[in-house]
């Protein structure tokens, strides 16, 4: 256990407040000039769906915690109210700033570029009006499902993360009363609608936009009074009684139906709405000002990832990476052959994904493969993976999956494969009761003439070949006995047999990972401490386990030096005198989504690299069930210390952690631009083309036979 | 090289384990899977005396998901053993027809013996630090959930064995029945079990001083396994080193012990009672060193299966630690070591000779050495009636890994040498059936000759040779010394040799002056 001085809340950083600074770090990224307009959309599309899962679920937290009198100070030493408080005041800035940027900013170079967006619709001509409102008539009325609220209609509920049109109304214009109406603008059409034009500029509009302007169609005996888009967010983080819970597949249903009905916990409304209308919705829905937000612009700008669909703005956004075949698995290969001749590092989406899925199609079709076994978290739809692992089932393999139904917002999905695995004659396994499932590892058990040979795949990813091309994983191939071993016992365990008496390599969350890394860490300080060099370098997406900080402070107090590249959240904090003045922390946002954890330590020159699906997180510590893996075979072993050192260097897409909390880009003045994720785009590109240049075409020839006497 | 999948199921009565291995020359016993799931068959049998249909419902599920398993690794052949649970339900028979239907599997119940036998085999298959250690005095303290066994070595030889019914199980079933505080526990067991232990020290120890003990339960071993593995114990480990433990077991909650050696709460009792029960023991031996290999019933069972199939040999002689079991208990009847040596001799001599008529094997072979050895023990209480007397001593002995079968046929052997045959009737209400008591009748009639052959219990005929010379059995005696005494009865047990073989013996005698 680390020094209690190490505990001190003043050296931490609250969670929730350090989350809104990753997601301004994402922000910056929509405001660099120097990155092409489409892209910055995309990004301030991505803060905006960021920020949504925030409220659902951290905020939602937060206030779940305040109703029920819990005020337990966090890591930080703050009470869940003034958490609240403090990210209440943190977002309505951050979201004055994502506003800011897209009106002064994006919308003046969109037009600049070419495309006007109209921004109401008391703008359009009298061509475009006449184009929009048969736009309306053909394909939004149909859909439309106008509410209006009266003595004898209740307030409609109001689907969560919907963007809808409050209107108000009076049955007669001299009417002093007015009355509520509303209706909800439909997901399933584009939001927005390019208008025709001539010439060369391109016109858009937004679909509330066109229905407002036709909302005297939908309430046709009613006078309209003004009508304001508003949109609502509710909690979302549900906790299952699992002991209560008969079977959890129906469990999970329920509460995805109940999502809908949660509380709401945001309001946005478009600026300058009718306060008499706003005071009506805020009444109905129980909401106060602080977590209303009044905006100056379109709301929900997750729509903005859309618009980075739109054809023909290619020269407005980077140009696509093809991800690379890995020189060790060359296209076409047996994967099992190339395996056996040595552990096989990935790194994606530099390297391309296929390996990974064709290893289980390989498996599934080999009639000497016994067995496979898979966990999987979140699969991609129509996933070649579940495929491969129904087909191996139909080929009679004795096929587990552990479907992990508790993967936030995805369970609808999950459910849907796990049924269709199960009918294919799968074991499938809905998670462990208490624990989510949250590592990546497949096991093909593979009878050969000397015996029974295990491969097995480790990964710091997913097994979603889409989310594979944007985020960055590493994943190992290996075949060595102690590995197999392990990844036996780990399906045993999460079969719901014993344990194993010990592990030869793994270590697996929720029971031995943490002391695992304290243990790896107090070692590296045991070394600074007999004057040894000794040096943690960690990679991964949160940091904001209370151990493990205070073990790092206590390892840097010691004279480690420790370097973190720590995307998302991170609790430490650096600099403080005699506690982490050897503690350095980069987050790297960049077009692909840093997502490997990768962990570095010296150890007295014989250096050791883990990677593995856990961030330092509670959570991940402690209430999943994780795996890390060593690395053992040295070419890898450089491999992964080349992908980390790459990121130390670089001073494009790092921001830098300062000792008052903020974050900063490192000073670009003299020095060459490095840019990592570049950087290993051209190394993967490179690799991929020796090894073309290596296998030349003219190999692939026929070969005559001859008689022979 | 032919590679062979071998599962092996061991029915516990705490737990069941399946574990899968790969048999080959090349990596002999290679363990591929274990799955392991905690099943309490023991607790609720030894007070009832009955598994209760809840119990073998989940067996028969566990079972059948094991043969899932067994089947995915397409198996080339499995075998399953239940053990004291099984050993003492009343309804045993009806339960293992219930598991072949329900779930294909076939299950033997072990006799105590063969069980002990096995935990033997998979300790000495630990090889080079099995030798290194029976090197000195030692005891194998095999700690079951009915009973425990203690089995003494010398010298890489075993000494004595025996079954006391003092297994982890059964003492915590007794507890049940007492009150008493967390303290108290210590002292509780200690009393339970000194009681049974002084006995056996009288009989069995006496002065002897034991150096090493090796530990076999299922209970400790793991922990102390997980220790070794991550460098945290010794494999063997000093007695007073063991005091660390015992604090911990003693002072903390079940929560606290169960984190610390991460085991289930539900285990930590068991641990308790095991670590009590091993530190008295060793005490009373006077041990210093203590050794838990972590061995399972499925090693030994695969061990057992390999050496049958000839996949491979191991290097101790566990047949001639059966053959010492034997002796020892000869000696303990003030039987006479030098006519057993005699007639072992003789009766091998005939039984090697005469292999194309009896058609019989290697085991048989140690029926009759058995048989041999203990011929006589039953002297010690009568006299008059040895055959009786000796053949409810061998009933009634343990001799390790035999089965209750096979210790029925050895005591029959013994017992018609000296009584009047009983011929096999559809009707009888013999412990043996028919193939078993064809095994019995041949031995009896090789046993007898021999016995006849040394009348005189001088040991005249020891360099004796047999020859089969088509319906004549040659035995040719070099010796000078007076058979007359032993041709007389040479010739009153011809007969019975003749109705068995159809073979004649002759006993030449070759003067030397």
């Given at each position: 256990m680390a020094e209690k001085r190490f505990k001190n809340p003043k050296y931490y950083t609250n969670r929730e407040l350090s989350w809104i600074l990753f997601n301004h770090r994402v922000l910056n990224e929509a405001r660099d000039k120097n990155i092409p307009l489409f892209e910055r959309l995309k990004f301030l599309g991505i803060t905006a769906s960021n920020l949504d899962e925030f409220f659902m679920v951290r905020v939602a937290s937060l206030k779940d915690m305040i109703s029920a009198n819990y005020d337990k100070t966090d890591?930080?030493?703050?009470t869940p109210a003034r958490q609240l408080k403090e990210v209440q005041v943190a977002i309505h800035k951050f979201v004055d700033l994502q506003y800011s940027t897209l009106n002064r900013s994006l919308v003046p170079q969109l037009e600049k570029k070419g495309v006007h967006a109209i921004k109401y619709h008391e703008m359009l001509t009298e061509e475009e009006a006449a184009y929009v409102d048969r736009y309306f008539s053909e394909y939004v009325y149909p859909v439309l499902t106008p509410m209006a609220v009266d003595s004898s209609r209740p307030f409609p509920l109001i689907r969560n993360r919907s963007l809808n049109i409050g209107a108000m109304v009076k049955r007669n214009k001299s009417d002093e009363e007015w009355e509520f109406a509303m209706v909800q603008v439909p997901s399933v059409l584009a939001r927005v609608v390019e208008l025709p034009s001539e010439g060369k500029m391109r016109k858009v509009i937004r679909l509330e936009e066109i229905i407002e302007r036709n909302i005297q169609k939908l309430f046709l005996s009613y006078h309209i009074v003004c009508a304001h888009p508003f949109r609502i967010m509710r909690n979302a983080d549900m906790t299952i009684e699992e002991d209560e819970a008969e079977d959890l597949l129906i469990e999970i249903e329920k509460q995805l139906k109940q999502r809908q009905r949660g509380d709401v916990i945001r309001l946005e409304v478009e600026d300058g709405m009718d306060k008499r209308l706003l005071r009506f919705i805020q009444g109905e829905l129980q909401i106060g000002d602080e977590d209303t937000y009044e905006i100056d612009g379109p709301l929900d700008l997750t729509a903005l990832t859309k618009l980075y669909g739109l054809d023909g703005f290619d020269y407005l956004k980077e140009p696509k990476y093809v991800p690379q075949q890995s020189t060790d698995l060359p296209a076409g290969c047996d994967i099992f052959e190339q395996i056996r001749g040595g552990d096989i590092l990935l790194h994606h989406p530099y390297q391309t994904f296929s390996p990974v899925v064709e290893f289980v199609r390989q498996a599934s079709r080999d009639p000497k493969v016994l067995a496979i076994k898979q966990t999987l978290y979140r699969v991609s739809g129509n996933s070649p993976i579940i495929a491969s692992l129904a087909q191996a089932a139909e080929n009679g393999k004795q096929v587990t999956v552990l479907v992990e139904l508790k993967a936030r917002f995805d369970e609808e999905n999950n459910i849907g494969w796990a049924r269709m695995l199960e009918k294919a004659g799968c074991h499938v396994i809905y998670g462990l009761v208490g624990l989510k499932t949250h590592s990546k590892i497949t096991l093909v058990v593979r009878k050969e003439e000397d015996g029974i040979r295990r491969y097995v795949h480790l990964g710091t990813g997913n097994y979603n070949d889409a989310t594979a091309k944007i985020y960055t994983d590493v994943g190992v191939l290996t075949c060595s006995e102690l590995f197999g071993d392990d990844a036996t016992a780990v399906f045993n365990m999460l079969s719901g047999y014993s344990e194993p008496l010990g592990w030869n390599k793994l270590a697996l969350a929720p029971l031995w990972l943490k002391d695992k890394f304290l243990h790896l860490i107090a070692r590296e300080k045991q070394h600074a401490q007999e004057g040894h060099p000794a040096r943690i370098i960690a990679k991964m997406n949160s940091l904001c386990d209370g151990d493990i900080i205070a073990a790092l402070y206590e390892a840097s107090a010691a004279g480690v030096q420790i370097d973190l590249i720590v995307r998302g959240i991170c609790c430490l904090k650096v600099g403080i005198p005699g506690v982490s003045e050897h503690i350095t922390v980069r987050s790297i946002v960049g077009?692909?989504?840093?997502h490997s954890r990768i962990f570095y330590f010296e150890n007295n020159g014989q250096y050791e690299i883990y990677c593995g699906s856990a961030d330092w997180m509670p959570r991940n510590l402690e209430r999943r069930v994780e795996i890390l893996f060593p690395v053992d075979r040295q070419e890898i072993k450089e491999e992964l210390l080349h992908i980390l050192e790459n990121q130390l260097r670089d001073n494009v897409k790092a921001s830098i952690l300062q000792k008052d909390g903020s974050y900063i880009k490192p000073d670009k003045r003299g020095k060459h631009l490095f840019n990592s994720q570049v950087a290993f785009c051209e190394e993967a590109v490179e690799k991929a083309k020796a090894l073309m240049e290596e296998s030349p075409l003219n190999t692939r020839t026929f070969q005559p036979e001859y008689h022979q006497e | 090289m032919s590679v062979k999948t071998f599962a092996a199921i061991d029915v516990g009565s705490y737990e069941l384990c399946m574990k899968i291995f790969e048999l080959s020359g090349k990596n002999k016993m290679k363990e591929i899977d274990c799955i392991k799931q905690s099943l309490d068959l023991g607790s609720g049998t030894y007070a009832t005396g009955k598994i209760s249909n809840e119990k073998m419902d989940e067996l028969c599920r566990v079972l059948k998901e094991f043969a899932a398993i067994k089947d995915a690794y397409k198996a080339d052949t499995y075998k399953a053993y239940a053990t004291s649970a099984f050993r003492e339900a009343e309804n045993s028979v009806i339960i293992l027809d219930q598991i072949k239907q329900r779930t294909g599997i076939q299950v033997g119940v072990l006799s105590n013996s063969e069980q002990r036998f096995l935990t033997y085999k998979s300790i000495a298959s630990k090889g080079e630090a099995f030798r290194k250690v029976i090197e000195g005095k030692t005891a194998i303290v095999d700690i079951g959930g009915g009973s425990i066994q203690l089995s003494l070595f010398d010298k890489d030889t075993l000494v004595s064995t025996q079954n006391l019914r003092i297994g982890v199980l059964r003492i915590m079933e007794m507890m049940q029945h007492v009150n008493f505080k967390r303290a108290q526990a210590e002292g509780l067991i200690d009393e339970l079990v000194t009681a049974q232990l002084s006995t056996y020290k009288k009989l069995y120890l006496k002065d002897q001083e034991i150096e090493n003990i090796i530990i076999a339960d299922d209970y400790l071993s793991p922990w102390a396994v997980k220790s070794v593995k991550t460098g945290r114990l010794q494999s063997v480990v000093k007695l007073s080193e063991t005091e660390e433990l015992m604090q911990i077991l003693r002072t903390n909650s079940n929560t606290y012990i169960a984190n610390a050696m991460e085991i289930t709460e539900e285990k930590v009792p068991l641990v308790l009672i095991s670590a009590v029960m091993t530190r008295r023991i060793a005490s009373l031996m006077g041990a210093e060193y203590i050794w838990a290999?972590?061995?399972t019933l499925c090693d030994g069972i695969t061990y057992e299966y390999a050496e049958q199939i000839n996949m491979f040999r191991g290097e101790h002689d566990f047949e001639e630690d059966i053959v010492a079991c034997a002796i020892n208990i000869s000696k303990r009847y003030m039987g006479s070591k030098k006519r057993s040596e005699t007639l072992e001799n003789i009766t091998t001599t005939i039984f090697d000779s005469m292999k194309k008529v009896h058609g019989l094997g290697e085991r048989e072979k140690l029926y009759l050495r058995l048989a041999a050895i203990l011929h006589d023990c039953g002297k010690y209480i009568s006299l008059v009636n040895i055959g009786e007397t000796s053949y409810n001593i061998i009933m009634a002995t343990e001799i390790i890994g035999l089965s209750h079968v096979e210790r029925a046929i050895v005591a029959n052997i013994v017992r018609y040498n000296h009584s009047n045959f009983d011929y096999f009737t559809q009707e009888g209400t013999t412990e043996l059936n028919k193939e078993y008591y064809l095994i019995v009748a041949k031995l009896t009639a090789i046993l007898r000759l021999a016995n006849s052959l040394d009348r005189s219990h001088n040991q005249k005929l020891k360099g004796i040779k047999a020859k089969l010379k088509e319906n004549e059995l040659i035995l040719q005696a070099d010796t000078s010394a007076d058979i007359t005494l032993e041709k007389g009865f040479f010739e009153a047990t011809e007969e019975f040799f003749v109705e068995v073989f159809s073979v004649t013996p002759v006993l030449m005698q070759h003067k030397r002056f």
């Open positions: 890591i930080a030493g703050m077009n692909f989504l840093e | 290999p972590g061995v």
